[in-house]
């Protein structure tokens, strides 16, 4: 079964960057949907962006729409989230995840990477 790695994570000042990497292990099926998630310290896990595998299509949640961007490589098996403008609010840990485009849930998930934003 394919796996999920993420990287990218850090401390980074109020207004600052971060990109994310999310590395599969193996092909992604073009059936597949990708999201970034993400949850805060004693919050509950919450969906920051969607793609699509095999097309464009993407969705992003009100709090990171105009700073965060989702993309995918698919040569290289590989989803990004680009973080602009990052908030202490923004501070979690985020998980990149996948399922197939016709079953509502994620059924592989990675480990998960830090990003901390100091005020």
């Known amino acids: 079964q394919v796996q999920l790695a993420e990287s990218g994570g850090g401390l980074v000042q109020a207004g600052g960057s971060l990109r994310l990497s999310c590395a599969a292990s193996?092909?992604?099926?073009?059936?597949?949907?990708m999201a970034w998630f993400r949850q805060a310290l004693g919050k509950e896990r919450e969906l920051v962006a969607t793609?699509?595998?095999?097309?464009?299509?993407?969705y992003y949640a009100d709090s990171v729409k105009g700073r965060f961007t989702i993309s995918r490589d698919n040569f290289k098996n590989t989803m990004f989230l680009e973080m602009n403008n990052l908030k202490p609010d923004d501070t979690a840990v985020y998980y990149c995840?996948?399922?197939?485009?016709?079953?509502?849930?994620?059924?592989?998930w990675g480990q998960g990477t830090q990003v901390t934003v100091s005020s």
């Open positions: 193996g092909p992604i099926s073009s059936t597949y949907a």
């Open positions: 793609i699509g595998w095999s097309d464009s299509i993407t």
């Open positions: 995840a996948a399922r197939q485009s016709f079953v509502p849930e994620y059924s592989l």
